[in-house]
């Protein structure tokens, strides 16, 4: 129940390592707490999800995000989410590197199955 709560709408995150890193310790921790495993127990995180049966974090996020990639790319041309998806702003863009986007996971996430 506390994982669903946490990923809420989590398909349309876009997510960068080191915050994947910090959802999957917040989980860690959640899940410790809900079992009474301490740190001092020196339990490995594989360990405790293998005992309550869970899915990892990003695996999950991964599987929504392809999911929702899916149901948005079978949609009508004409709809707000499709429009948004392959939309382009005119302007400048701003010095340093590009922001990480959303089509970008998508990528990953789909090289990662390969």
């Known amino acids: 129940m506390v994982q669903s ?3 809420y709408n989590s398909e349309t995150w876009t997510i960068k390592e080191d915050q994947k890193r910090k959802l ?3 989980e860690i921790a959640v899940l410790g ?3 009474g495993i301490t740190r001092r127990d020196r339990r490995r995180n594989v ?3 293998k005992e309550l049966q869970m899915e990892d974090v990003n ?3 991964q599987t929504r995000r392809l999911t ?4 948005v790319t ?3 041309k004409d709809r707000y989410p499709n429009i948004l998806m392959h939309g382009y702003t005119d302007g400048r863009r701003p010095r340093g590197r590009p922001r990480k986007r959303w089509l970008d996971n998508i990528t990953e996430d789909c090289e990662a199955l390969t």
């Open 74 to 76: 079978r949609m009508e």
């Open 5 to 7: 709560i946490v990923l």
């Open 47 to 49: 360990d405790i999800l």
């Open 59 to 61: 695996e999950v996020l």
């Open 33 to 35: 707490k809900i079992c």
């Open 68 to 71: 929702y990639f899916g149901h």
């Open 24 to 26: 999957k310790t917040f």
